[in-house]
């Protein structure tokens, strides 16, 4: 199984920024793609997620209102859009798939991580 994310950079606050994770090999039909990010000296918290198999999608608090997760299932891409980019939402990104969205102890595979810097 592979999870590859893209998207991260530099932004301004109040700007936007798009990621991207393509999931390969999971052979499981029914299962939720997560964002997570991890702040330096901070604990993994979850973002938001959304299940592939036509579930609704959870949002953290702090994510709801100005970031949008979506999915492709033909490319099995997860999208995560993040407007209105605020200093705190610095982190490095990871996308998970596991059976529950947005719980770090359950998900089964990571990607590399791609890192968000708002300045």
């Known amino acids: 199984v592979q999870l590859v994310e893209s998207g991260g950079g530099s932004v301004t606050a109040g700007g936007s920024l798009r990621l991207s994770c393509t999931v390969s090999?999971?052979?499981?039909?029914?299962?939720?793609m997560s964002w997570f990010r991890q702040a330096p000296g901070k604990g993994r918290e979850g973002v938001a997620g959304?299940?592939?198999?036509?579930?609704?999608?959870s949002y953290a608090d702090s994510a709801k209102g100005r970031f949008t997760i979506s999915r492709d299932s033909r490319t099995k891409t997860v999208y995560l859009q993040m407007s209105d980019l605020k200093l705190e939402d610095t982190a490095k990104y990871y996308c998970?798939?596991?059976?529950?969205?947005?719980?770090?102890?359950?998900?089964?595979?990571w990607g590399q991580g791609t890192q968000v810097t708002v300045s």
């Open positions: 090999g999971y052979q499981t039909s029914t299962y939720c």
């Open positions: 959304i299940y592939v198999g036509g579930f609704p999608t």
């Open positions: 998970a798939a596991g059976p529950t969205c947005l719980v770090r102890q359950v998900q089964r595979f």
